[in-house]
């Protein structure tokens, strides 16, 4: 009896504690298939309730600086788009650092407005484990014009 019940305390913590967290990947794919969907509802989901910042690290004329954006504001206006002209943002290979509940997701980009290649960058999201998901803290990116 004895070692049935240390057997199962054991099968109880492995279980607790040994599992697997999903990539934090997930959270940026989950992000950009909301942001083609214009799904407003699928990107809040993404981002963590309280804390979630949208920024960029350049003004429109490619000068460093750190703008922030409202996330709300952002979630509006890609969910409300029109159709035309078609928005595509093609992802590179990411990069992915985590330990315990953070992590950092470093992916190239490339944007398309109907299928022309309109600018390319770097996007940088972190993240935060909260017991059940990633959630994006913060998402910055580069953008320029000159993609080779």
């Known amino acids: 009896m004895k070692n049935y019940v240390l057997g199962?305390?054991?099968?109880?913590?492995?279980?607790?504690?040994?599992?697997?967290?999903?990539?934090?990947?997930?959270?940026?794919?989950?992000?950009?298939?909301?942001?083609?969907?214009?799904?407003?509802?699928?990107?809040?989901?993404?981002?963590?309730?309280?804390?979630?910042?949208l920024?960029?690290?350049?003004?429109?004329?490619?000068?460093?600086?750190?703008?922030?954006?409202?996330?709300?504001?952002?979630?509006?206006?890609?969910?409300?788009?029109?159709n035309s002209p078609k928005w595509e943002e093609r992802l590179g290979n990411e990069r992915i650092e985590h330990h315990h509940n953070l992590a950092t997701v470093w992916v190239p980009f490339e944007f398309y407005l109907d299928d022309q290649l309109s600018h390319c960058g770097h996007n940088l999201f972190n993240l935060v484990w909260d017991g059940s998901s990633w959630l994006i803290l913060s998402l910055i990116d580069t953008s320029t014009k000159s993609c080779d």
């Open 8 to 53: 199962l305390f054991c099968g109880l913590i492995f279980n607790l504690y040994g599992q697997e967290k999903p990539s934090p990947y997930g959270a940026v794919t989950n992000f950009f298939n909301a942001f083609h969907a214009k799904d407003s509802i699928a990107m809040q989901t993404v981002f963590h309730p309280k804390k979630g910042r």
């Open 55 to 82: 920024l960029r690290s350049a003004n429109r004329n490619g000068q460093p600086v750190l703008i922030e954006s409202d996330l709300q504001q952002f979630i509006r206006s890609v969910s409300t788009r029109p």
